[in-house]
């Protein structure tokens, strides 16, 4: 009688536990991925290792039955759903081209480095890094300045000078996956819930030189300026707010993949990436309009811009983002904010 008694039981368990399921209206998977922060510089690339545990919604009711088994693999639970990512964005270095004339430079003004560039490498700072005067140490200090020659590349775009940019982002990111329920086109629709973390950036410029360019004094000379202006534009602490602005953010992305699609947290990792990247871009086609604006008042560092404080200040303000259609202003407003104007007149040279 007893053992008739503990079947029924059985029996009775699993049909609220099917029943659980079925009224369950998605699949939900669970990934935790904690990114520990990569060195700036990464020379081997690293993958993902795999995080597959996929859990059903279940009712209260069902949750008693299931205790014993989740007690029973709750360590190896753990160790499928944490995993550990790394990431690195690196922009490609954007150039800023000046010139002692005065030519018609047209659209194509800021240009990519490529992969045939050649530089001349040195362990060594550049000695005139040495001499700079505070207000240019403090630039070369932020934006993590070096001075070079490379007379190939520079040579190759008929100018005296070139300046280069590059910002790296680092973050940690946790995220959950959610299968939705199909659209009414029958469209195959899963739910990202992602928090960022641990967000660090940092930026770095190369300023490239002729190998004849030896003006005696060159930290008084217009052309010398005109490239640290470059700098202080894309080291702008408003700028660097901008990336900062992913710190804590909490996102909820739908993508649509195909029914072939195994969606698993490499794929949900690749569709973060994309919106993280969305962001990088926008924020890189900002810098390259401010760089051309900066190169078209000056003349290419010929003409003394009459108005320095009022220019400097124009840029990143929120009414000029809107003027150029900045497309992430309401994620990024809160940050700018928080950066003072006197921090922002003290950042520019005189």
Known sequence: MLSIYFKFSILLAERHHEYARSQAPAWERTVFVTLPLASLVSTKPRQAEPAIHWVPRQ?????????????????????????????????????????????????????????????????????????????????????????????????????????????????????????????????????IMVSLFDVEYAVAHRILLRDNYRPTKPWDTALLQHEFDHVAISSDPRMLAMLGSLEGRKSSLVASPDEDTNVSEAWAQGEIEKSVKDLQQAVEKLVQQYYVRLDKISNNGLKTIEDRSKFFSEVYSTDDLKSMKFPFIPEVVDSLKKIKPEAISRHYLP
């Open 59 to 191: 009712s209260p009711g069902t949750r008693w039955w299931c205790s014993a088994r989740r007690v029973k693999f709750s360590l190896r639970n753990i160790a499928l759903i944490v995993s550990t990512l790394v990431l690195r964005f690196s922009l490609v270095p954007l150039f800023a081209e000046e010139t002692l004339q005065a030519p018609d430079r047209g659209p194509g003004a800021i240009a990519s480095e490529n992969s045939s560039t050649r530089r001349v490498a040195s362990d060594k700072p550049h000695p005139w890094l040495a001499d700079a005067p505070p207000a240019y140490a403090r630039l070369v200090d932020k934006g993590n300045v070096q001075i070079e020659v490379d007379q190939p590349t520079v040579e190759a775009a008929g100018k005296t000078a070139l300046t280069a940019f590059s910002f790296t982002l680092k973050y940690r990111m946790r995220f959950r996956i959610q299968e939705l329920a199909k659209d009414r086109d029958e469209k195959r629709r899963v739910r």
